[in-house]
């Protein structure tokens, strides 16, 4: 029964990947980057608070001396994660930006060496450099022709994004040994975040946005809040409490880029090469590795 609730994991990683399309009508319809995300969490938020509420109202209570744990996972992480996430995929093909983010296990690993004191392997090295070589095929910078619109600044804005997300991952845990449940730090995350980006939102922007054309423009704001951050965190909050936390990570990882790559071909005509399929394929096995427990 454990194994079913895998399929969650695969769900959130799907749905991470789908943040592409939306944000790319988004910012085709005026809206910068910064909207677009607290548009996002805003509206999260909401539904999060309401949830909470009908579900469980314990869940809203925290302690008063671990309230910089979610300050920076969400007043910092969160915010230049989706900022820089949203960035590299107006700029970069969907797969590279996915991709890119998906590198994060490998600053959790470095991360946690230091702040956990956890052993930093010959196998971990390995599937490091394996993963990072596998997002250099992805780019396509060693093609000729192929990665000539993508900037050195843009690259490492991507990178960025897969280092926020693992400072998140790694409060995240902080925040579970400290005893609260995923969707405390979930709503709080969101609710942070909120707060933070409501001083440089462009209220104007979005409402420009949705006038413009009413019902589909009210759906796409909707839509990259449900099925880009509710649903997810959700998804991927029920397949850790379920099954093995490991191995949902893995999943997650894993369906993320593949996902956002699909998306890019059939939506925005991003065919990967040979090499940049390659790359894919080789940065999740090496991830999976990564993240999966070596036998005794």
């Not at 980006?197 to 413009?212: E, P, Q, Y």
Request: charged residues 10%; positive net charge.
């Amino acid at each position: 029964m454990k194994r079913f609730y895998l399929i969650f994991a695969i769900i959130a990683g799907v749905l991470w990947g789908s943040v592409g399309p939306f944000v790319r009508v988004m910012t085709a319809g005026g809206m910068n980057n910064v909207t677009i995300f607290f548009a996002r969490v805003l509206i999260a938020t909401i539904i999060l608070f309401f949830g909470i509420l009908i579900y469980d109202r314990s869940l809203f209570k925290i302690r008063l001396k671990d309230l910089w744990i979610f300050l920076i996972h969400g007043c910092i992480a969160t915010v230049f994660l989706n900022i820089c996430y949203n960035v590299s995929i107006t700029h970069m093909s969907l797969s590279l930006a996915a991709v890119l983010l998906a590198l994060s296990p490998v600053y959790v690993v470095i991360f946690a060496a230091f702040l956990f004191k956890e052993k930093i392997t010959t196998r971990k090295i390995v599937c490091m450099i394996l993963a990072i070589f596998g997002s250099v095929l992805v780019s396509g910078v060693l093609e000729t022709g192929t990665g000539g619109n993508l900037t050195f600044g843009y690259f490492m804005i991507g990178i960025l994004s897969g280092i926020m997300y693992a400072v998140q991952i790694i409060f995240a845990r902080i925040a579970g040994d400290r005893g609260y449940k995923s969707f405390t730090l979930t709503f709080y995350c969101m609710l942070l975040a909120t707060i933070v980006l409501v001083w440089f939102a462009d209220f104007h922007a979005i409402g420009a946005f949705v006038k413009s054309a009413p019902l589909p423009h009210f759906s796409v704001l909707i839509g990259q809040a449900v099925l880009c951050a509710v649903v997810p965190y959700i998804c991927i909050a029920l397949a850790v409490m379920k099954s093995e936390a490991g191995l949902s990570t893995i999943l997650a990882a894993a369906g993320e880029p593949t996902a956002a790559t699909v998306f890019g071909a059939i939506l925005f005509s991003e065919i990967p090469t040979i090499l940049s399929l390659g790359g894919l394929i080789l940065t999740i096995v090496a991830l999976t590795f990564l993240l999966l427990k070596p036998r005794k």
